[in-house]
């Protein structure tokens, strides 16, 4: 049987006990009327004036003294709403373009790092990238911070050419990923001087898919098998043919949607309009039919375009993701304005970033705030005060039989 009732916007968790109220306040009247009778009885040397406090005051702090126990008795309380933001956890791969254009196509000269003084003016494009990527990687270390909830974002990082490969798998480990961007060599011979992005992505879907082809709990699980099918249904055809979803992968590929839920992929490249057109239907992985199966497992790719645009990869990029097209879920083509606009690539960045560190929910909860521990404080206090104004001598009064307090 519960004994709450709510006064002036208070919860009383115990209200019987505020009905200790009534003889408290009985007794102070009748502690008042029996102070006035000793003052007024009272005849000596110290007035009327000087004694009515020294009797009144320590009796008060009694008095306090029992009436926060009785508000503590009675567990006064306050009840107020929490809102508390729930905020997105992502995987974030991104794949830089390492082929000759971005140095001039000299591949013949010494190491050049993201480091290097006299990047920017030398080679715009590579600092461009450098900056992109240490953006990134600070963003993601100062939001992971900013919703402290114990989720750790990760991120991986590709490079590509000729060749494609993989620097950083998907990490926490924030400052390895600026070490690696500090070390790299963007004349590493081992990536070749051309531009195979559509290799690139394949390997992206690949490195994000580690869990589901380790079999991982709580994944959906891909085998060999499923690899080799999605290699296959992915293989250039002519014409505008559209990606079809293989019969025996489909509701595997559809349990994707929640596993890559937290997943988004960033190009980076400087690749011209032949090169875009080039890899549309290259083999051995059709560039068209990975941004087709990123439309249908709803995983965004962001195309950062350092040299030219391509209307048919910009369409593709903006269908891939879930949501109305242009919405915040959908991925994006983004031409810079300028291999030398380092500006504008701050804000490409903040504007991809942006849409995935983001509040995904707002959850509402009851708290109560009780005043029991206060009231407590407060009535051992006036106790200690109201002794101490007893015993001192402030408090002594003269009686009939003496001294007394």
């Known amino acids: ?172 480990d924030y400052e390895r990923a600026r070490t690696l961007m500090r070390e790299i060599n963007w004349r590493d011979p081992r990536t070749g001087i051309y531009t195979e992005y559509h290799l690139a992505l394949w390997d992206m879907f690949q490195v994000a898919l580690q869990k589901n082809f380790r079999r991982a709990d709580g994944v959906v699980p891909l085998d060999d098998g499923d690899r080799r099918a999605l290699a296959l249904s992915l293989y250039p055809e002519s014409g505008n043919t559209r990606y079809a979803v293989p019969r025996a992968l489909k509701a595997k590929l559809e349990g994707l949607r929640a596993d ?20 549309l239907h290259k083999s051995p992985v059709s560039l068209i039919k990975m941004m087709q199966l990123a439309e249908f497992i709803e995983l965004p790719i962001y195309i950062i375009s350092i040299y030219r645009d391509h209307e048919v990869v910009r369409k593709l990029a903006e269908k891939t993701g879930s949501g109305p097209v242009g919405g915040p879920n959908r991925g994006a083509f983004y031409l810079l304005k300028g291999e030398q606009n380092f500006e504008d690539m701050d804000a490409i960045v903040e504007k991809i970033l942006s849409a995935r560190f983001r509040v995904v929910s707002t959850a509402k909860r009851w708290e109560r ?5 206060l009231f407590a404080s407060i009535s051992f206090l006036c106790l200690l005060l109201g002794l101490a104004a007893t015993l001192s001598p402030f408090g002594r009064t003269i009686g009939k039989g003496g001294i007394s307090t």
């Not at 937290?262 to 875009?276: K, L, N, S």
């Open 369 to 373: 705030e009780s005043y029991t521990s």
């Open 1 to 172: 049987m519960g004994y709450s009732a709510t006064l002036f916007g208070l919860e009383i968790g115990f209200y019987p006990a505020l009905f200790l109220l009534v003889p408290l306040l009985l007794g102070a009247t009748l502690g008042v009327q029996k102070v006035g009778a000793v003052v007024k009885g009272w005849s000596g040397h110290t007035s009327p004036l000087q004694l009515q406090p020294r009797i009144i005051v320590p009796r008060l702090f009694f008095f306090l003294c029992a009436l926060c126990i009785v508000l503590a008795l009675s567990d006064i309380t306050r009840r107020y709403t929490v809102a508390q933001d729930q905020y997105a956890t992502n995987r974030l791969y991104t794949t830089l373009d390492n082929s000759s254009s971005m140095y001039g196509f000299d591949a013949s000269g010494p190491p050049i790092h993201c480091t290097d003084k006299g990047l920017k003016r030398a080679y715009p494009r590579i600092f461009n990238a450098c900056r992109a990527m240490f953006k990134i990687i600070d963003a993601m270390e100062a939001y992971v911070k900013k919703k402290n909830d114990g989720s750790q974002d990760k991120i991986g990082l590709l490079r590509f050419g000729l060749f494609s490969f993989v620097e950083l798998y998907g990490s926490t």
């Open 260 to 279: 890559l839920k937290d997943t988004a992929f960033i190009i980076i490249t400087d690749a011209h309009e032949g090169q875009f057109e080039g890899r």
